[in-house]
């Protein structure tokens, strides 16, 4: 049998294989400090946990609606109105999961061969391997330290052309922590009405902001029908093992998105969508706490990167990761942090692991214990020191 050529346009997400990696060294005795997964260290909240056993017991095991349940998406719908600060229809919401999913099925029901998407480089890397398996032009919209890793709207409008039906934007961002302005996404939302393109805008670090506050671009007057507002449990609740995601859709996409569910996975398990909407129904004192310790743990690791000779790192507005330029190492991304794991017992991804862009930075996650991320500094440290004199 051969594989459909659609395949082999299908990219990876490294993390999963750094981690893989770095599990086989600690079964050879190794000692790995983790900064490569992206998943928040903390419990699942506990009110979350309660939520999902009450529900078991209260019998919700069975098949539900493919969009989710009319609770759960109504709930969803007043924690988008009540954090954006304009109306949502729980019509519009397709419950999914994990958050995934509403990126693939965003590309699959509008995206074809000869379309061109566009796409943030560096980048979360599913992105733009979603784009390629349709045949579409991936066209990466470069994200640049001198800019605070945000884009720059001006180049975006030159990259845009007739062929252009679909941005994807992520603000907080994953790989950089870098955060569109408001005026960044009103220059972007004017583009999308006046060309008649789509934004996919990813917001699933929404709640993980250190300084200002988020805005989305769903929120701009006129973007409703022109954007996918993706959000999720993973990263805000401590919930990456239960999958749960969803999307706020136009009316006139929602049901083909609900289509592609009922395809695919049928519906999101009625426990976890349960347990979703008392995260987003309850006080969120403990998403806070959180969010407190990742910024110390981000003030940590930057002053301890930008004292190691070699590396230089700006401060990330949201999210848990920091993203290093090491190009003063005189080593490239992904031999140095091949080194660092095999080396030094610090597992981290190479920039390019989010787009070609990413060449000459590292992305550290922080969502670890500020004592193991001073011990990955002062291995980091201790290696390239060993490079730089």
């Not at 983790?34 to 069975?62: C, Q, S, V």
């Not at 720059?152 to 252009?164: G, H, M, N, P, Q």
């Not at 049901?255 to 969120?284: D, K």
């Not at 990742?294 to 990167?305: A, H, N, S, T, Y």
């Amino acid at each position: 049998m051969k594989f459909a050529n659609c395949i082999a346009r299908l990219g990876t997400e490294t993390a999963f294989e750094v981690l893989a990696r770095a599990k086989a060294l600690e079964a050879k005795g190794h000692n790995i400090i983790h900064l490569e997964i992206g998943e928040p260290d903390f419990a699942t909240p506990r009110n979350i946990i309660e939520a999902a056993k009450k529900a078991l017991d209260d019998g919700y095991t069975h098949y539900g609606p493919s969009a989710g349940l009319p609770p759960v998406r109504k709930a969803f719908a007043d924690y988008i109105t009540r954090t954006r600060g304009v109306e949502a229809d729980p019509d519009c919401i397709v419950v999914t999961p994990g958050a995934k999913p509403i990126i693939f099925f965003t590309i699959l029901a509008l995206i074809q061969e000869g379309d061109e998407v566009l796409y943030p480089n560096p980048g979360f890397p599913i992105y733009e391997s979603m784009i390629n398996y349709t045949g579409a032009k991936s066209v990466p919209v470069p994200l640049r330290e001198e800019n605070e890793f945000r884009m720059d709207v001006d180049e975006l409008e030159r990259l845009i052309t007739v062929k252009t039906k679909m941005l994807i934007i992520n603000s907080p961002q994953n790989p950089t922590g870098g955060m569109l302005t408001k005026e960044d996404l009103e220059r972007i939302a004017n583009l999308a009405i006046e060309r008649d393109f789509l934004v996919l805008s990813d917001e699933v670090y929404s709640e993980i902001i250190y300084e200002g506050s988020h805005h989305s671009i769903w929120a701009i007057p006129g973007m409703k029908d022109h954007c996918v507002l993706l959000e999720g449990h993973s990263k805000t609740f401590a919930m990456t093992g239960w999958r749960l995601g969803y999307g706020v859709c136009p009316e006139w996409l929602a049901p083909c998105i609900t289509r592609l569910q009922t395809n695919s996975n049928s519906c999101t398990a009625s426990f976890t969508q349960i347990a979703g909407a008392a995260a987003v129904s309850e006080p969120f004192d403990e998403v806070r706490k959180m969010k407190d310790e990742f910024q110390r743990r981000r003030d940590v690791i930057v002053e301890g990167l930008n004292n190691i000779k070699g590396i230089t790192c700006l401060k990330p507005h949201g999210a848990f990761y920091v993203f290093p330029n090491i190009t003063g190492t005189g080593v490239p991304s992904k031999p140095l942090a091949d080194a660092l794991l095999e080396s030094a017992g610090v597992a981290a991804l190479s920039g390019t692991s989010f787009g070609a862009y990413g060449e000459g930075y590292l992305r550290f996650s922080y969502a670890n214990s500020i004592e193991n991320i001073k011990i990955a500094l002062e291995r980091i440290n201790g290696y390239v020191e060993k490079l730089v004199r």
